[in-house]
């Protein structure tokens, strides 16, 4: 059976999630003792130092190191500014992500499975290259603010609810619109692994190694890739779901 999510409105213990409705703010929770104050004036929620000064790079260093603990500070008003991190940072993943695209989509249309005639020299190059930023890209922009984020959010909302979670579709947006600097290193990561394998293939270090040992372990590694990125989006949740309602920096 479902449980009725609290109002936005309710002020919730931030350690434990209990209404702390009618209590004076001197209190404390009666239910795990954290004050009242801390989960209400003092509660360390604030804004992202790219919506408050522009610093882009103190905010995805932060989010890709401590991403449940920024989750866990950042205040739950909506900024603008949170959807041109996400583009900024989707953009930044698609260009990390394309030599290593380029490459593998090079080997499998012309060493695994050559189903396409792809021009030899710089014309079959300059083709895997444009493939190869244009899949990115697009996978850029389903995972966008507009798209993905806001499908998943809804998703999050609907489920958050049916378990009794205060989880508004626009705070997990929020979140999520920062979350994506998960995407940054594994991208990052994903094409190093790609192009190490394509060099050593090319001075002859694996001259028995079977193709399809490298799509194994391509596969494996998306697996573990999206687990981690999943358990993160699970532990920010978390650090959301008795967030009570703070002000955001207005944009200058």
């Not at 213990?13 to 404390?28: F, V």
């Amino acid at each position: 059976m479902s449980r009725v999510a609290p109002s936005i409105d309710d002020l919730l213990c931030e350690g434990c999630g209990y209404n702390l409705a009618g209590l004076p703010p001197d209190g404390a929770c009666p239910e795990c003792g954290r004050s009242v104050r801390s989960s209400a004036i003092d509660n360390g929620r604030h804004a992202t130092p790219y919506e408050i000064d522009r610093n882009y790079r103190a905010t995805l260093f932060r989010w890709i190191i401590a991403p449940t603990r920024s989750a866990r500070g950042i205040s739950v008003g909506t900024h603008p500014r949170e959807n041109r991190f996400a583009w900024r940072t989707l953009i930044l993943v698609a260009c990390f992500a394309w030599p290593g695209v380029m490459l593998h989509l090079r080997f499998v249309f012309t060493s695994i499975s050559p189903l396409w005639r792809i021009p030899d020299g710089l014309s079959g190059w300059l083709t895997f290259a444009g493939i190869g930023m244009l899949i990115p890209m697009l996978g850029g922009f389903l995972m966008s603010p507009g798209v993905g984020i806001r499908l998943i959010a809804w998703l999050t909302s609907l489920e958050g609810a049916y378990w009794g979670y205060r989880l508004p579709a626009a705070r997990v947006r929020r979140v999520l619109c920062y979350l994506t600097s998960q995407f940054v290193p594994w991208a990052g990561l994903a094409s190093c692994l790609i192009m190490l394998y394509m060099l050593l293939r090319t001075q002859g270090h694996l001259p028995d190694h079977p193709p399809h040992w490298y799509l194994y372990g391509l596969s494996a590694f998306v697996v573990i890739a999206s687990v981690a990125i999943f358990a993160t989006y699970v532990r920010a949740m978390g650090a959301i779901r008795y967030a009570n309602q703070t002000q955001s920096p207005v944009e200058s």
